[in-house]
Each structure stands twice: as structure tokens, then as C-alpha cells.
């Protein structure tokens, strides 16, 4: 079956620096999100991406954070410079339709100290 | 914005028993779907509602859309411990395409 991939699983960074997340969403599908969730706490929406741009962000993405689909099959979150508030895990989701099932990804565990 | 009040927050059942969890908002949603999170994973999608009072099932989970698209209600019939996990419920709403998630139900089934 399947299924939306992530890497690293794990990442720790210093205050500071830049990460990039990786996604691999589902082959056929068009629609492509990001979403975090601070521990304990319910999943947040980041980002919706379509037709190489930007649909939908929230306020949580600010000019810290970017998305790109750099190929045909990845798609990455780059957070430029990492704060501590930024630990969190954070999922990549992908759909087949506008308001169709998102599928996650198992999530990449970012740790800032 | 857009909120899902998902209740109840946590439940403890006997293996075996049904379960029966539900989520409301005061904003209509046009696609309704529900999760399942085990500890460190991503959110595992178990159905998909896309019709007002649809009512669709996958295995021993049964899941509504109501009449007027503002609640969903999840049901798991005879448990097993596998069935362990924080469930929640997200809705896709208005003009855009994100996720609204509720706060979850943390199910534990007693063996």
C-alpha cells in the first residue's frame, strides 16, 4: 500500500541554524501539507501546497519557514532559522483530491536546544 | 476559527466492550475524517465522510457525518487492546483545504 514517507525521523539542531525536513508524499497525489504537533498538544496545519505554490498557510508559517517541491516526488519544509519553540514533530500529509483523505507520513522529531 | 470539540477526552474500557466517541463545532465542515495516533507516529486514517449523514464502515469501526455537517460521532464495536491509541477527529471546512483537528480521545482497553 501506499504510503507518505519522512526523513530524518529524528533531527536535533542548535538555536539558530537551518533545517530541512523531507516528505516523500504519495505518487499520485497533487495536494501536499504540513503539519506539527507540539507534545502532548493536538496537530496543527502549517502549509497546503498545489500546483508548485503555496494554497494556505497559518500564522504559525512565517517568513521562517519555506516549502518547496524540488522534484517530481520530494517535498521539503526548511526552517531557516530554528527557535526553541520550533521542537516539535512535524508531519508531512498528501491527498488526491482538494478535500479528499490526507495521509501522513510517521513524522520527523525536531528537537532545538 | 474553526474548532472541534471532541469528547470525551479519555476512556477506559474492557477488552470486548463498544465504544462510542464523538466530536461537534459550531462551523460547518464539508469533509469530516478520523485518525488514529499511536505514541510517535504519524496519525493513521481510518475514515473518510465526505456526505451529510453519511454513515460508512471499516471493520469494527463505524463512523457518521451529521445532517448538519457540524458533528461526527466514531464508534469501535467489540475492542481489542490494539484498539489502544489517541483518536481524533479533523474536518476540512469553508474555502480551503487544512486539517482542523480536535483534541483527541485517549482510548485504554483492559485485556
Known amino acids: 500500500e501506499p504510503e507518505v514517507t519522512q526523513t530524518p525521523s529524528h533531527q536535533v539542531t542548535q538555536m539558530g541554524q537551518e533545517v530541512i525536513l523531507r516528505c516523500v508524499p504519495i505518487s499520485n497525489h497533487l495536494y501536499f501539507y504540513w503539519y506539527r504537533q507540539i507534545l502532548g498538544q493536538k496537530v496543527e496545519f502549517l502549509v497546503s501546497f498545489y500546483n508548485n505554490e503555496i494554497s494556505e498557510k497559518s500564522e504559525i508559517f512565517d517568513d521562517q519557514f519555506s516549502v518547496e517541491r524540488p522534484d517530481g516526488s520530494n517535498f521539503t519544509l526548511k526552517i531557516r532559522s530554528t527557535k526553541l519553540e520550533d521542537s516539535a514533530m512535524y508531519f508531512c500529509?498528501?491527498?488526491?483530491?482538494?478535500?479528499?483523505?490526507?495521509?501522513f507520513g510517521p513524522g520527523t522529531r525536531l528537537t532545538v536546544t | 476559527g474553526q474548532q472541534l470539540n471532541q469528547s470525551p477526552q479519555s476512556m477506559f474500557i474492557q477488552e470486548g466492550e463498544d465504544v462510542s466517541m464523538n466530536c461537534t463545532s459550531s462551523s460547518i465542515f464539508n469533509t469530516w475524517l478520523w485518525y488514529k495516533q499511536d505514541p510517535g507516529e504519524g496519525p493513521v486514517l481510518l475514515i473518510a465522510l465526505y456526505k451529510a449523514g453519511e454513515l460508512t464502515s471499516n471493520g469494527r469501526l463505524t463512523a457518521q457525518f451529521g445532517i448538519t455537517r457540524k458533528d461526527s460521532f466514531l464508534n469501535i464495536s467489540a475492542s481489542i487492546p490494539s484498539d489502544v491509541g489517541i483518536y481524533f477527529c479533523a474536518g476540512i471546512g469553508g474555502s480551503n483545504y487544512k486539517l482542523t483537528f480536535g483534541k483527541g480521545t485517549l482510548l485504554t482497553v483492559n485485556p
Open positions: 500529509a498528501s491527498s488526491e483530491t482538494e478535500r479528499g483523505g490526507q495521509y
